[in-house]
């Protein structure tokens, strides 16, 4: 079985692969400090209650953009599995995606797996956003090569933004308010984050698509994909699980297969 890591600035997300089949999904919060051997003893319990052992792993893919974190993953698979780990980024992994921007090295490791899963599934031109600690928007052309995006707050970062900076703003909770002029303190803040966003994804692909000159399909992943998919036409098709099957991907192409 294939232990997939895929290592983000909020959360760890850990998933087990028997094949194509996913087995286990479990998250925890990135803490860059927090040990292999800590790693171990709360993910060993959680094997458990899918009726899985260390013993049952016998591979494992990290992609990390927390670079203080990648260590301890590194030796959580090398200590606890016995299996040297495919690191995304590293010089002799092999992705079958070329990143043909100005500074390839700059370019996270989530959005190249990402790259991959999304042509796999799709083979065209695409534009993938990912909801997560920044809101993501990648340009994957028809040959399956990263060529470059945008990088915006994330909603959840905006909105602790907001209410640092203004006291008097109250605690609120993403919605969809029941309409676009707010007729009271919550839902004005409701009103901006949520349709504020809609219109950041629906304008940054319109100008996307009108720069890159060819027709191009969007897919969206991360937490809120499916939210903002109800609320706009321009998200054609979401997949939470996209990184993870990019990573299972990659894995299979270094291991030959």
């Known amino acids: 079985m294939l232990l997939a890591i895929d290592a983000g600035n909020t959360n760890v997300v850990f998933a087990i692969y028997d094949g194509d089949r996913q087995r286990g999904l479990w998250r925890i919060g990135t803490d860059r400090n927090r040990t292999a051997d800590e790693y171990m003893v709360w993910l060993i319990q959680l094997m458990g209650l899918k009726g899985l052992k260390a013993v049952d792993i016998h591979g494992a893919v990290i992609a990390s953009v927390v670079p203080g974190a990648t260590f301890n993953l590194k030796r959580l698979c090398k200590d606890h599995f016995g299996c040297e780990p495919v690191i995304v980024g590293q010089p002799e992994v092999e992705l079958?995606?070329?990143?043909?921007?100005?500074?390839?090295?700059?370019?996270?490791?989530?959005?190249?797996?990402?790259?991959?899963?999304?042509?796999?599934?799709?083979?065209?031109?695409?534009?993938?956003?990912?909801f997560g600690t920044a809101t993501t928007f990648d340009v994957v052309d028809e040959d399956g090569n990263y060529r470059g995006g945008v990088i915006a707050p994330g909603l959840n970062l905006s909105l602790e933004a907001l209410q640092l900076a203004a006291s008097k703003l109250p605690r609120i909770e993403i919605a969809q308010p029941p309409n676009?002029?707010?007729?009271?303190?919550?839902?004005?803040?409701?009103?901006?984050?949520?349709?504020?966003?809609?219109?950041?994804?629906?304008?940054l692909v319109s100008r996307i698509r009108a720069e890159f000159g060819r027709p191009m399909k969007v897919l969206a992943t991360g937490g809120l994909a499916v939210f903002f998919a109800k609320a706009t036409h321009v998200i054609e098709h979401t997949d939470n699980e996209l990184t993870l099957r990019g990573l299972l991907q990659i894995h299979k192409r270094n291991m030959g297969q």
Not at 118 to 124: D, L, V
Not at 187 to 199: K, L, N
Request: aromatic residues 6%; proline residues 2%.
């Open 96 to 130: 079958g995606t070329r990143a043909l921007v100005d500074k390839p090295e700059e370019v996270g490791a989530d959005r190249l797996v990402n790259t991959v899963a999304a042509f796999a599934a799709h083979k065209c031109a695409m534009i993938v956003i990912d």
């Open 180 to 203: 676009v002029i707010g007729t009271n303190t919550i839902e004005c803040m409701q009103s901006g984050m949520f349709w504020g966003y809609v219109g950041l994804i629906e304008g």
